[in-house]
């Protein structure tokens, strides 16, 4: 059974630091791919960041330079590192489990990234 658990949001001053955790326990690394996307209030929910099984990866513009997502499969854990915020990244941010031959997504429940200034 796939679990999905992210942590490490909180509260940050504007050009600060956080770094995102998500365990995904139940996950194979070589049959997953993982991803970090985010809803701010009033908006859709957007694509972040995501890896590959492989370790590619991919950046939405807004976050390019500033983000980086790694993971560590022996852990089945992917990390978000998040730099020089703005307050626009103030968001929920999701972590995402895809089970890429067959499109299918586990979604944890979110956590509060809010960036003030």
């Known amino acids: 059974q796939v679990r999905v658990v992210e942590s490490g949001g909180g509260l940050v001053q504007t050009g600060g630091s956080l770094r995102l955790s998500c365990d995904a326990s139940?996950?194979?690394?070589?049959?997953?791919?993982m991803g970090w996307y985010r809803q701010a209030p009033g908006k859709q929910r957007e694509l972040v960041a995501t890896?590959?099984?492989?370790?590619?990866?991919n950046y939405a513009d807004s976050v390019k330079g500033r983000f980086t997502i790694s993971r560590e499969n022996a852990r089945n854990t992917v990390y978000l590192e998040m730099n020089s915020l703005k307050r626009e990244d103030t968001a929920v941010y999701y972590c995402?489990?895809?089970?890429?031959?067959?499109?299918?997504?586990?979604w944890g429940k979110g956590t509060l990234v809010t960036v003030s200034s």
């Open positions: 995402n489990a895809r089970l890429t031959q067959y499109n299918i997504d586990y």
């Open positions: 139940g996950t194979m690394s070589r049959f997953f791919a």
């Open positions: 890896t590959t099984s492989t370790g590619s990866t």
